[in-house]
């Protein structure tokens, strides 16, 4: 069995990509962020067609939330208990379409089943900005709802856009983003990512792809793909029990070639 993550960066000005990649990838299920879509104009049949069953979560032209599989799509749920809301500029407080999760794996697999996330992390945007403080705590009220009944048989996925760069390593040059006091690699926002580590969740790319360079987005300005002026911001994280079936696990660097790309590439880990 084969799962993915990507942002797609708007599903529907980039469902001709991802109906590509599904096909020639094999990908089983795929979790996908930054859908950009409401229910009603979600491409449903582009998939069912394909033989994957959907679970969405949008309401607006922002955010929203995927999972395709083909392998079982049960027990869907859209958010998270204690995910925060968040509104501004007089808006009243809600929760956004930032994170969904099923349990996959339950048909046409030797795979024992398992939870699986698909997670778009706020962007803090600025350090001292509001979404900052409202990142801060997405990450850490995810974090209390996964560990709070997490034990050696529990089998779960995480997987997503989590705009946080936990390493040196996860970002072309520490240097500009230190001097320029970016986000993505702030102590708060590392803390709060690294808190899963330390909880018992394993990243599955990073021990099979150790070292720099093993980037997950680019942006569109500066040129930054041809630089290789990247980060590694997209993961999977599983608990142990899952994290110990994984047989493979890689970047699909070339999804951010050719005609209108997304800024973010899939992630993609192997079972069995």
């Given at each position: 069995?084969?799962?993915?993550?990507?942002?797609?960066?708007?599903?529907?000005?980039?469902?001709?990509?991802?109906?590509?990649?599904?096909?020639?990838?094999?990908?089983?299920?795929?979790?996908?962020?930054?859908?950009?879509?409401?229910?009603?104009?979600?491409?449903?049949?582009?998939?069912?067609?394909?033989?994957?069953?959907?679970?969405?979560?949008?309401?607006?032209?922002?955010?929203?939330?995927?999972?395709?599989?083909?392998?079982?799509?049960?027990?869907?749920?859209?958010?998270?208990?204690?995910?925060?809301?968040?509104?501004?500029?007089?808006?009243?407080?809600?929760?956004?379409a930032r994170a969904i999760s099923a349990?996959?794996?339950?048909?046409?697999?030797?795979?024992?089943?398992?939870?699986?996330?698909?997670?778009?992390?706020?962007?803090?945007?600025?350090?001292?900005?509001?979404?900052?403080?409202?990142?801060?705590?997405?990450?850490?009220?995810?974090?209390?709802?996964?560990?709070?009944?997490?034990?050696?048989?529990?089998?779960?996925?995480?997987?997503?856009?989590?705009?946080?760069?936990?390493?040196?390593?996860?970002?072309?040059?520490?240097?500009?983003?230190?001097?320029?006091?970016?986000?993505?690699?702030?102590?708060?926002?590392?803390?709060?990512?690294?808190?899963?580590?330390?909880?018992?969740?394993?990243?599955?790319?990073?021990?099979?792809?150790?070292?720099?360079?093993?980037?997950?987005?680019?942006?569109?300005?500066?040129?930054?793909?041809?630089?290789?002026?990247?980060?590694?911001?997209?993961?999977?994280?599983?608990?142990?029990?899952?994290?110990?079936?994984?047989?493979?696990?890689?970047?699909?660097?070339?999804?951010?070639?050719?005609?209108g790309p997304s800024d973010h590439v899939?992630?993609?880990?192997?079972?069995?």
């Amino acid at each position: 069995m084969k799962f993915a993550t990507w942002n797609v960066n708007s599903l529907r000005a980039r469902a001709d990509r991802v109906e590509d990649w599904l096909e020639n990838s094999d990908v089983d299920v795929l979790t996908i962020q930054e859908t950009k879509a409401r229910d009603e104009n979600f491409p449903w049949s582009m998939f069912e067609m394909a033989g994957y069953q959907v679970a969405h979560f949008g309401y607006s032209q922002w955010n929203g939330v995927a999972i395709v599989s083909r392998v079982g799509l049960e027990d869907v749920q859209r958010g998270f208990e204690g995910q925060p809301t968040f509104g501004k500029n007089g808006v009243d407080p809600q929760i956004e379409a930032r994170a969904i999760s099923a349990v996959v794996g339950t048909k046409n697999t030797d795979v024992e089943p398992f939870r699986l996330y698909s997670l778009y992390v706020p962007n803090g945007r600025a350090l001292d900005d509001e979404h900052m403080h409202y990142k801060i705590e997405f990450l850490e009220q995810l974090h209390n709802h996964i560990t709070s009944d997490l034990d050696d048989s529990t089998r779960v996925a995480l997987t997503g856009d989590w705009n946080v760069a936990p390493y040196d390593e996860d970002v072309w040059d520490m240097e500009v983003f230190l001097n320029d006091g970016l986000t993505h690699v702030s102590e708060p926002e590392r803390t709060a990512f690294r808190a899963f580590e330390h909880s018992g969740l394993y990243d599955v790319v990073r021990p099979r792809h150790p070292g720099p360079e093993v980037y997950t987005y680019w942006d569109y300005q500066r040129l930054s793909f041809p630089k290789n002026n990247g980060m590694r911001i997209d993961f999977i994280l599983a608990s142990k029990n899952l994290a110990d079936d994984v047989t493979d696990a890689w970047i699909e660097r070339d999804e951010r070639k050719g005609k209108g790309p997304s800024d973010h590439v899939p992630v993609v880990a192997q079972l069995g």
